[in-house]
Nanobody, 125 residues
């Protein structure tokens, strides 16, 4: 059974940094794409960053490129999202997600079906 569990988020000031982590269990390390998504109040959920099996080829939404970094540890059991230069518009509930992938599929284009419970990130100006 696949389970994802995010670490606690937090409240920070604009310009500060925060790192989210997501513990992964029940997933075959080399078969699943992993990603971070977020949903702000009154808005649809959006993709933030995705990564290929093995921690390769990170992909970022334009809104976070250059400020956020997605990564995995060597075991593949923990997914990270390093968030720097945070802005009030980054305030949202953040979710980690996983999805199995066939070799021809792009992680950033998949529909993700395995989700963590979410963690709140609040950035104040």
């Amino acid at each position: 059974q696949v389970q994802l569990m995010e670490s606690a988020g937090g409240s920070v000031q604009a310009g500060e940094s925060l790192r989210l982590s997501c513990t992964i269990s029940g997933v075959k390390y080399n078969r699943y794409c992993m990603g971070w998504f977020r949903q702000a109040p009154g808005k649809e959920r959006e993709g933030v960053a995705t990564i290929y099996p093995g921690g390769l080829q990170p992909h970022y939404d334009d809104s976070v490129r250059g400020r956020f970094t997605i990564s995995q540890d060597n075991t593949g059991h923990t997914l990270y999202l390093q968030m720097d230069s945070l802005e009030p518009r980054d305030t949202a509930m953040y979710y980690c997600a996983a999805q199995s992938r066939s070799s021809w599929e792009r992680c950033e284009s998949l529909t993700y079906t395995i989700w963590g419970q979410g963690t709140q990130v609040t950035v104040s100006s």
